[in-house]
């Protein structure tokens, strides 16, 4: 295939703080670069400093610093360490070698018509990490409904325990939620009887304090509105039952510090035709007499819904018309308001850099497990962020990835490099159909421009159109179980309509975690495998970035091509 060799030399990567576009293996340089400007006061990154300039910015700042009652030397030294890197104005290596990842991309099958390929890559980053804690779920034809799939990446922390254990059981927690409210959700025999042994843990004591979800304050009209809240609450339930199944602490090691781990979910499920079909007058007493029932009303156009549920700092990244759209919320000591409830409810924060550790040990605010110590766990809640959000054929990429991405890239540099790799290979492919020339003589032009990669707007700018609404559910529970402490409403709507691809008749159901899985195509490239080994290429390129990009943590990527892909 495009991807047979390591090509990284040609790829570039669009810096969102500058607007400039960096050459791979340059792009830890020049991140540099930027922290060290903004560390000495200069207020635009892009801005071209002299050696004479540096000096009198550093004489500037050290003077105002030994004023300052409270004196820090740790400051004295980053602005000593900034000035004489930015002075010694050494040049990065030519190149770096990314090629010798621990595992190769690869692909998976999904039985869903939304979805064009599947693609998922991982790397130990074993510069700075022994173990590789984090886990992925890919389920097709979930709860035996055809073109449903559940998808989830978990990111473990400081052991591998709870991320195996949560990749194995909140499919199967979640299920059982969602068959309690939609009866087209079905559970297989196997699956009961996993969920029946959870009995002897989720008590009745334990269930009177799950009433929670289902007595949220609020008004009929609120109730209404919020059609996707019944998927938001089965998804807060879940989370939280996962979470007292860890409290048991199987197969943990230390009796003091437990594994734990952050979660990203995406439940995709296409809309049937005679549900998006029809005249507004049929859409308005569909959506009267289907209130409270999951067959909730949708927008004409709307092929099919992306439901998200995150917790700590795994996310989730949508590209619609070529703009990221960030599915998801950082649960971290960088979240001002997370910060707060923290202090709110007596937890500490260190002064450790860059924003402090929850309890001098953990970074994230929110996460599944940690039990080991009780401190800890009175600040780090199990506590999701939730989200629905409608795609049609605008739609092209689906991005879950790890910390180890987030840590050194944002959401427009990463959607940048996918459409930039993603253009890149469709090119070096039709190089190779129409003169059969080596795809490496192929020169890709991908024009960048901060017009395409705005997302100020987010989420509300997503569609155009008839209303949608979403819940954004945040239940708080520290001490006592609390009431809902605040929800959202999101309107979009969906333009253009979508015919659903011919559905397989072969029910193909992944499994979670790290069994194995056919690996990318090496040979020639296929109409039939063309965007499989897409997905892969582009799953690989970001990886490469990541950790060109000096990224310290476990890189797990999964990307789906969405029917959208096809119009780039």
């Not at 979930?142 to 400081?158: A, I, K, Q």
């Not at 070529?322 to 950082?330: Q, R």
């Not at 605040?486 to 008749?505: F, I, N, R």
Request: aromatic share 8%; with cysteine.
């Amino acid at each position: 295939t495009a991807c047979e060799n390591d090509d990284s030399k040609r790829i570039s990567v669009f810096c969102s703080a500058c607007q400039q576009t960096i050459y791979q293996y340059h792009l830890l340089y020049h991140k540099k670069i930027h922290k060290a400007l903004t560390l000495l006061g200069f207020a635009s990154p892009q801005r071209k400093t002299d050696n004479k300039t540096l000096l009198a910015q550093r004489q500037k700042l050290i003077s105002k610093l030994t004023k300052i009652p409270k004196y820090s030397e740790t400051h004295r030294q980053k602005i000593d360490y900034s000035f004489e890197f930015l002075m010694d104005n050494h040049t990065p290596t030519s190149y770096c070698d990314l090629a010798n990842m621990n595992n190769p991309s690869t692909f998976r099958e999904v039985n869903n018509s939304l979805i064009k390929a599947l693609a998922i890559c991982q790397d130990k980053n074993s510069t700075w990490q022994g173990d590789m804690e984090d886990r992925f779920i890919v389920l097709s034809n979930y709860g035996n409904r055809s073109d449903t799939c559940f998808l989830g990446l978990v990111d473990g922390s400081h052991g591998v325990t709870a991320a195996e254990t949560v990749a194995a059981e909140l499919p199967l927690l979640f299920l059982d939620q969602l068959a309690q409210t939609d009866s087209s959700y079905k559970k297989s025999k196997d699956e009961q009887q996993i969920l029946d042994s959870f009995a002897t843990v989720i008590k009745a004591d334990y269930r009177e304090k799950e009433k929670i979800f289902s007595e949220k304050p609020g008004n009929d009209e609120t109730d209404k509105t919020n059609t996707y809240e019944w998927i938001h609450k089965a998804y807060a339930k879940s989370f939280w039952r996962m979470d007292r199944l860890l409290r048991l602490g199987r197969n943990e090691v230390s009796k003091v510090r437990w594994s734990g781990c952050s979660v990203v979910t995406c439940l995709v499920e296409r809309i049937p035709r005679e549900e998006t079909d029809g005249t507004e007058e049929e859409e308005r007493k569909h959506s009267e007499n289907t209130t409270h029932s999951p067959s909730a009303r949708t927008a004409k156009g709307v092929a099919g819904l992306l439901h998200i549920a995150n917790i700590g700092n795994a996310h989730a990244v949508l590209c619609k018309n070529g703009k990221s759209h960030c599915l998801s919320k950082e649960h971290s000591t960088s979240n001002v308001n997370e910060r707060e409830r923290i202090l709110q409810n007596g937890g500490n924060i260190s002064i450790n850099e860059p924003d402090g550790l929850v309890e001098g040990y953990l970074r994230t605010t929110r996460g599944l497990g940690h039990h080991g110590d009780p401190v800890l766990k009175r600040s780090v809640i199990p506590v999701p962020h939730t989200i629905s959000v409608p795609i049609d054929d605008t739609c092209q990429f689906l991005i879950l990835a790890s910390n180890g991405l987030w840590e050194v890239l944002d959401y427009n540099e990463v959607l940048a490099l996918t459409l930039t790799t993603f253009t890149r290979y469709l090119r070096m492919y039709e190089s190779v159909q129409q003169n059969g020339t080596s795809p490496y003589v192929c020169q890709y032009l991908m024009p960048l421009t901060g017009d395409n990669l705005n997302d100020s707007k987010a989420i509300k700018d997503l569609q155009n159109g008839i209303e949608i609404l979403y819940s954004n559910t945040d239940i708080i529970f520290c001490d006592k179980l609390a009431s809902y402490a605040g929800q959202e409403l999101l309107k979009t709507v969906s333009p253009v309509g979508s015919k659903p691809l011919p559905q397989s008749e072969e029910d193909t159901k992944m499994y979670p975690s790290n069994c194995k899985s056919q690996t990318a195509g090496r040979g020639r490239v296929t109409t039939e495998t063309l965007y499989d080994n897409a997905a892969s290429y582009v799953s690989e390129q970001l990886v490469k970035t990541a950790l060109a990009a000096g990224s310290r943590d476990n890189i797990t990527i999964l990307i789906v091509l969405l029917n959208g892909c096809n119009k780039i």
